[in-house]
């Protein structure tokens, strides 16, 4: 059986990640290897990108303004 974090670990890797913490920061904190943080920072972001693609811009304008249309009033 390979070695895993446990939940409250990772929740704290993500947590931290989510406050800005460098991998590296994270790292020296919680004593576990950077690899390590970068796995769990990419699964988290895979799992919670749209699964369409689009952008995270996607949904800005109001939904009756043109394609075009950036003017806000």
């Known amino acids: 059986m390979a070695n895993q ?3 409250a670990t990772v ?3 993500l947590t931290l ?5 460098s991998h590296r920061r994270i790292t020296q904190e919680l004593s576990i290897h950077r690899e390590t943080v970068s ?7 895979a ?3 749209p699964a369409d693609g689009s952008s995270r811009c996607d949904g800005l304008l109001p939904a ?3 394609a ?3 003017s806000r009033g």
């Open 17 to 21: 990640y989510g406050r800005r913490r």
């Open 47 to 49: 799992e919670t990108s």
């Open 5 to 7: 974090l446990g939940m």
């Open 68 to 70: 075009g249309d950036h």
């Open 64 to 66: 009756d303004a043109p």
């Open 39 to 45: 796995r769990y920072v990419r699964l988290e972001q």
């Open 11 to 13: 929740q704290t890797i």
